[in-house]
């Protein structure tokens, strides 16, 4: 089935911990993104990569990294997860360069760290 | 950056007709968009405008004012699985989106 693929669908973490969240796309899409959603604060870009092997930050880039070694992956690591990381991540990819540029978003993944 | 204000909740009957608004300031506009979310799932993508108008796309339809920095989402003949939250999403010139806090739109029978 095309489209985006997360994992894992949920997670509980001790803080402190390093953690990477999956994200494939077999849609061939050049650009991929890495958002967080809060309850009162919407979706929020992290990270995002306009093709591979490129990356840039988003509006909260801190305590998060991205690679985009391929076209299809784009995982995101949170290297010594905290608290305030607990939050709904959405990676959502898009074909970029085109005039709608949709960007169609994977199921979430639903991060506690305790 | 972006700023992007939409409303938190709205309630409606089913059958009836709800307008979500959304007003933006941007340091730079590339086109709008409206996605729906259900609780639970991934954001869907709805409609997109970036020139001034409405859009029409069955029972919804998009509004846009780019000297006014505002949108709306109008939505025909409510029915409960419309129940969902309804994200404005402003990208820049650089592709990126920002988005709003989203609109909880409740049907009631």
């Known amino acids: 089935i095309a489209g985006i693929t997360q994992a894992p669908t949920s997670q509980i973490l001790a803080a402190g911990r390093r953690m990477t969240l999956r994200c494939t796309q077999d849609?061939?899409?050049?650009?991929m993104y890495w958002y967080r959603q809060d309850l009162g604060l919407g979706l929020r870009l992290i990270h995002y990569s306009n093709t591979a092997g490129t990356t840039g930050k988003g509006e909260v880039p801190d305590g998060y990294s991205v690679s985009r070694a391929n076209t299809d992956d784009f995982p995101l690591t949170l290297a010594s997860a905290v608290p305030s990381q607990t939050s709904v991540y959405f990676c959502?990819?898009?074909?970029?360069?085109?005039?709608?540029?949709?960007?169609?978003f994977g199921p979430g993944t639903r991060l506690t760290v305790l | 950056g972006q700023n992007i204000d939409q409303p938190t909740e709205m309630t409606a009957t089913e059958g009836a007709i709800v307008q979500i608004n959304c007003t933006y300031q941007t340091s730079g506009f590339n086109g709008l968009f409206w996605y729906q979310q259900h609780a639970g799932e991934a954001p869907t993508f709805l409609s997109y405008n970036v020139l001034d108008g409405l859009e029409e796309k069955g029972r919804f339809s998009s509004f846009l004012s780019r000297s006014k920095g505002y949108s709306y989402l109008l939505l025909k003949e409510l029915q409960m699985k419309d129940s969902a939250s309804y994200l404005c999403a402003v990208r820049d010139g650089d592709y990126k989106l920002s988005f709003g806090a989203g609109t909880t739109v409740t049907v009631r029978a």
């Open positions: 959502a990819s898009s074909e970029q360069g085109g005039t709608t540029d949709t960007q169609s």
């Open positions: 849609m061939r899409h050049n650009a």
